[in-house]
């Protein structure tokens, strides 16, 4: 079982940059992680992934450039790093996880195990 558990959000201005990070209860050490976005009304969207070692990322073609996932296995945390925030950006951001340890990258929420409780990421214009 894995508890995962996010923060970072919060209210910044467009053009800004924040930091989230997703901490894990258990060793996540051989799982792939991923982040998603949820505004309310809209289903939730794949942001970004990486592998369980860290070796590969992925991201969702509107944020690439500008948003880059890394992780600590030793501290069990990934973090994501977003510059250039645009409004377009606002949203509720969920960390989650997956037991696989291989190279591809899952895109679709379903492929994940366990998830985080969001944290709110508001760009103002």
């Known amino acids: 079982q894995v508890h995962l558990v996010e923060s970072g959000g919060r209210l910044v201005q467009a053009g800004g940059s924040l930091r989230l990070s997703c901490a894990a209860s258990g060793r996540t050490f051989s799982y792939s992680m991923g982040w998603f976005r949820q505004v309310s009304g809209k289903e939730r969207e794949f942001v970004a992934s990486?592998?369980?070692?860290?070796?590969?990322?992925y991201y969702v073609d509107s944020v690439k450039g500008r948003f880059t996932i890394s992780r600590d296995n030793a501290e069990n945390t990934v973090y994501l790093q977003m510059n250039s925030l645009k409004p377009e950006d606002t949203a509720v951001y969920y960390c989650a996880a997956k037991p696989y340890t291989g190279g591809y990258h899952y895109t679709h929420p379903g492929n994940y195990d366990y998830w985080g409780q969001g944290t709110q990421v508001t760009v103002s214009s």
């Open positions: 990486i592998t369980w070692n860290g070796g590969s990322t």
